[in-house]
């Protein structure tokens, strides 16, 4: 089935600017933005930073540093601008303030000015007698004797929306038809005391100005839909946006190890974790894409991999699977380098130059020198790694110069016992045999260790090159070990194999 909007979509992603971007943010934009480029849409990028205790610039950099990174393009919001800007909810305080005297002006709304002690205890009381412990309406019909009076006490009102009594049902494109009890959403505060407008009253109000058609937002949001709904009927009453109210969707929770909620604070959550250690953005896209949605099958043959184009192309909301998606860091990685795989080796190595600068192994921008012995080393690496920190692991050998070269001692105790000596020793003769006229090639290189230590002392590849691996790349785990002597050159093989011995 397809879900055809009737009108131009317009979705948005509205992150709050605090801590670090996680996980669960970045798959919900995702999601709201191929659902946006499926259907031809626009796509807004909003902050909604009105909490100044919380919100901050760092966060907000980090926010569209990261959507960049993502290659998640953005029509209208913060850094591009449009029609309904600014983007940023802390610059447009007056258009709250305005929405909210209005909604009084209507009765829509009231002032009340219970103390926290006074809606604690009645609280309380509620709670005890088995009644719902939401507010009870008692400022609902203040007179303005009752109201003058409170004032006269120097008591400071909030401002609660007064939700309509009926109950709520709204069909959610993710789950189907919601619906809530009217006595389980009560009026609710949209401005606290010191005149502060909350989320409850700044997202729906953008989302009306700004025309989001479709919301597409995490399941923690659910209880909270009612209450937009009856802003959005209340908004038509009072002339704020075109008067129809957004189609919403909820994504399923993802859960992190021992199936508990992926909190923020998991170490797994961080996205910029990801970009360090050398995701590619598309791998780490692919796979968030999975974490509630599939690519439908084609011919009963199932893809997890795929392009964010095939995504846009495939992406029906309909398709997003209400139960809880587990995030597997390892099926994570593996995609990682499924993507690896698929990029061509000039690719690679453009991707892997500032993964190199930043180990300090390579300049900015870097020499001839270093671009080739990139390039000659890619080839070596490309099968065998998933995230590009991987690729400087392995080649760190060949970019660093012999004071910098360090062997793993955990390697050097296993492999360059006197036994693994005595295997170097011949190595380093073997290959030092090889005249000076002919061709340091990885035949050359292959035909000589072999012939010493296979042929000649007779033993096992894996005891023969085991030695000679970690005293010239300072690790058992490296390239192919013929082709990364040749790359590293006769003169600094020979000082490898000889500081080793
Ligand atoms: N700023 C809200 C958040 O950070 C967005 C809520 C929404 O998508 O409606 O969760």
Redesign the pocket.
């Known amino acids: 089935m397809t879900d055809a909007p009737t009108k131009p979509v317009v979705a948005r992603f509205?992150?709050?600017p605090t801590g670090n971007p996680h996980v669960g943010m970045a798959r919900t934009a995702l999601f709201s933005w191929a659902f946006a480029r499926h259907h031809g849409g626009t796509f807004v990028f909003r902050i909604?930073d009105t909490d100044a205790s919380r919100d901050n610039q760092e966060s907000y950099d980090l926010l569209v540093d990261v959507m960049r990174w993502l290659g998640l393009d953005w029509d209208q919001g913060v850094e591009v601008g449009g029609p309904d800007g600014p983007y940023r909810q802390s610059e447009r305080m007056d258009i709250y303030a305005d929405v909210a005297q209005k909604l009084l002006d209507a009765g829509l709304a009231y002032k009340a000015y219970d103390s926290a002690e006074e809606l604690e205890e009645r609280r309380d009381a509620a709670r005890a007698a088995g009644l719902p412990s939401g507010y009870d309406g008692l400022h609902r019909d203040l007179t303005p004797e009752q109201q003058a009076a409170y004032e006269a006490e120097g008591r400071q009102p909030v401002i609660r929306f007064k939700m309509p009594l009926k109950d709520w049902t709204f069909d959610d494109l993710v789950r189907g038809e919601i619906t809530f009890g009217s006595e389980n959403v009560q009026d609710f505060v949209i401005v606290r005391a010191n005149g502060q407008p909350l989320?409850t009253l700044t997202?729906p109000t953008d989302d009306a100005l700004m025309g989001i058609t479709h919301?597409l937002?995490g399941e923690d949001?659910l209880s909270s839909t009612p209450r937009q709904i009856a802003l959005y009927e209340a908004f038509a009453q009072i002339g704020v946006g075109d008067g129809t109210t957004p189609q919403f969707g909820h994504l399923p929770y993802v859960m992190g190890a021992g199936n508990k909620k992926l909190s923020k604070r998991d170490p797994e959550s961080n996205l910029l974790g990801y970009r360090d250690q050398g995701f590619l953005p598309e791998g780490l896209l692919n796979y968030l894409a999975l974490l509630g949605w599939s690519l439908p099958a084609v011919e009963g043959v199932e893809r997890d991999v795929f392009s964010l184009a095939d995504m846009v192309e495939a992406f029906e909301i309909s398709r997003v699977n209400p139960n809880p998606a587990r995030f597997d860091l390892q099926k994570c990685t593996a995609i990682n380098g499924d993507h690896i795989r698929l990029l061509s080796g000039a690719e690679l190595q453009e991707r892997l130059v500032p993964s190199f600068q930043s180990a300090g192994l390579v300049s900015d921008p870097p020499t001839a020198d270093e671009t080739s012995l990139l390039a000659a080393a890619v080839p070596l690496v490309h099968e065998r790694m998933a995230l590009l920190n991987e690729a400087v692991d392995m080649l760190r050998f060949l970019f660093v110069d012999e004071a910098d070269f360090v062997i793993d001692e955990a390697d050097r105790a296993k492999q360059l016992d006197d036994k693994g000596l005595e295997v170097a020793r011949a190595a380093r003769e073997a290959l030092g045999a090889i005249p000076e006229t002919a061709e340091w090639s990885t035949p050359t290189i292959e035909g000589a260790l072999r012939a010493s230590l296979i042929d000649g002392l007779g033993l096992k590849p894996r005891l023969a090159f085991g030695p000679v691996r970690v005293a010239v790349t300072g690790s058992r785990i490296s390239p192919p070990l013929f082709e990364s002597i040749e790359l590293l050159g006769r003169r600094r093989t020979f000082a490898r194999l000889d500081a080793a011995l």
């Open positions: 509205c992150p709050s909604e989320y997202n919301v937002r949001l």
